[in-house]
């Protein structure tokens, strides 16, 4: 399963502002990620709506973690970041499907949606914020798979 642009940059930013521990303005955590200011921005606003980030105005405003990156769960960044979005297409939104009263598809990708959400609440920001030894394992993975 694939997530959105919108979810690598929070997560990318989460990770930033973690290992400096700082407040970081959403023009220098785009620019370390050579990505776009105003996507950022919204990425951004998003996470401190869900309260994961505080944010301040002004000239030397910026974001830092309103909680630590131990209990920033990777499962919760993607609820916020993905919009709830299904995660399948079924031609039955845009065609009349004759055996969508049969179908079980969206049984299907829901279930493994939930467990993809449950093995992500297992790693929080502090799980993936530092270098690893070659070989570590992280949550019964290795880190290499």
């Known amino acids: ?18 290992k400096t521990g700082k407040e970081i303005s959403v023009t220098d955590l785009a620019e370390k990620q050579n990505i ?17 980030v505080k944010s301040s105005e002004g000239k030397a405003g910026g974001y830092q973690l309103s909680k630590p990156p131990a209990e920033i769960k990777l499962s919760e960044i ?18 009349n499907c004759e055996i969508k009263d049969n179908c079980k598809i969206h049984y299907v990708f829901k279930k493994s949606y939930q467990s993809m959400l449950k093995e992500l609440e297992k790693t929080s920001i502090k799980d993936i ?3 690893k030894i070659k070989g570590e394992i992280i949550n019964g993975m290795d880190k290499n798979d």
């Open 1 to 18: 399963m694939q997530t959105s642009l919108k979810t690598d940059y929070a997560i990318h930013s989460l990770m930033l502002l973690a």
């Open 36 to 52: 776009s200011r105003t996507y950022l921005a919204k990425v951004m606003q998003k996470l401190s709506n869900a309260g994961i």
């Open 78 to 95: 993607v609820k916020i970041t993905e919009d709830g979005i299904n995660i399948f297409e079924c031609v039955d939104d845009k065609r």
């Open 129 to 131: 914020i530092n270098p």
